[in-house]
């Protein structure tokens, strides 16, 4: 292997770190946004909402890979939105301090894709 093509693929895997904290800042971002409109979903520290968007993001991963289905309540419709939701009320038995009511995932559902359509930037749940 080349010294380019070596320091190419460095580049590469250092961008792809960028990229992961970047979306994880901003679904913190967003979760802390949706957490504070929505009535019935209460995160209770910063260190909670650091877990929360961990878990929502391998939580998205994990169904991106297996169905190909990213859990945006505007990147599919309304398959995307009930994903959103769902995600958003299965994260509250991974994380402690975490609390969310099925009424709530649905408008926090709502009101993630709404702030999360208009911050720049690729950014999925």
Not at 71 to 76: E, H, L, V
Request: no cysteine; net charge neutral.
């Amino acid at each position: 292997m080349s010294e380019n093509q070596t320091k190419s693929q460095y580049k590469s895997g250092a961008s792809t770190v960028w990229q992961m904290i970047g979306r994880l800042v901003t679904a913190a971002i967003v979760l802390a946004i949706t957490a504070f409109f929505t009535p019935g979903f209460h995160i209770n520290n910063i260190w909670t909402l650091a877990a929360a968007a961990i878990v929502l993001t391998v939580i998205d991963y994990l169904i991106v890979k297996f169905t190909g289905l990213h859990a945006s309540p505007f990147g599919k419709g309304f398959v995307g939105f009930v994903l959103s939701a769902i995600v958003l009320y299965v994260t509250q038995y991974f994380v402690a301090g975490y609390t969310i009511s099925w009424m709530a995932a649905i408008i926090g559902a709502l009101i993630y894709g709404v702030v999360d359509y208009f911050l720049p930037g690729e950014q999925g749940m």
